[in-house]
């Protein structure tokens, strides 16, 4: 299994025979080198989103369009880009599981908030989700945005990921303190990777905080478009 970081909340994770491309946002985001593109998406077999804010969305369409591949999440919102932009959609909700080229992808809760941008202003756009991704052993729990949910306590006793992706940047979801201390109190994670950090100044710049509050557990800090293989 390899997870590569794209900046910001955007992965792409080779598992099983599945190419997962996690909220893909190219166009605008300062972490991502624009001439990784063609890199980062070949191959995907499959686009999930966990929300509809643009920082996640920002590049479905075009590249569902350019590889001819589903985009996958809350059954509204992806039922909604079907309508507009005519893609090819996998629509579900959360407590779903849905096999993904051999990749068991669950869609559950989050915190947050999750809406598209209009000239009327925000208008929102199914809810707020995270996935659990099980194969090759292992299961990943991809927070998307959130904040600390006492939801979190069944999440972690009955899908028992032993990888974290976490949102961990502060202002707009967990910063690193809650993020460790959600890791501690409901999860038994063997690696962590932080994300949602380091993007804007406004943000987190660094996982220090979590590292120094985690020390039995492998926190990796992601390069972007340097794999990390699991």
């Known amino acids: 299994m390899q997870i590569t970081w794209l900046g910001h909340s955007s992965f792409r994770i080779e598992i099983e025979s599945a190419v ?5 946002w190219f166009t605008g985001n300062p972490m991502f080198p624009a001439e ?19 920082d996640h ?29 005519g893609v090819a959609g996998m629509g579900f909700n959360k407590g779903g599981t849905m096999d ?3 990749a068991k992808v669950t869609l559950v809760n989050a915190c947050h908030s999750s809406s598209l941008a209009t000239d009327a202003g925000p208008v929102a756009a199914g809810s707020e989700a995270g996935f659990m991704i099980a194969g090759e052993g ?11 949910m006492a939801d979190m306590e069944w999440m972690g006793d009955y899908h028992k990921p032993d990888i974290g992706i976490l949102c961990c940047g502060g202002h707009f979801t967990m910063d690193m303190q809650r993020a460790a ?12 990777i932080p994300c949602h950090y380091r993007t804007f100044p406004l943000l987190a710049q660094n996982a220090d905080v979590l590292v120094a509050a985690l ?16």
């Open 20 to 24: 997962l491309l996690i909220d893909p």
């Open 36 to 54: 990784a593109r063609a890199e980062a998406i070949a191959g995907v077999t499959h686009i999930l989103m966990t929300h509809a804010h643009s």
């Open 57 to 85: 969305i920002g590049d479905v369409i075009a590249v569902a369009n350019e590889l001819s591949v589903p985009l996958v999440g809350i059954y509204d919102l992806v039922a909604y880009l079907q309508k507009r932009d």
């Open 100 to 102: 993904l080229n051999g």
């Open 138 to 148: 292992h299961t990943i729990y991809l927070s998307g945005d959130t904040d600390i």
């Open 181 to 192: 201390y959600a890791s501690q109190k409901y999860f038994d994670f063997k690696t962590i």
């Open 215 to 230: 020390p039995k557990v492998q926190v990796i800090e992601p390069q972007v478009m340097q794999a990390i293989t699991l």
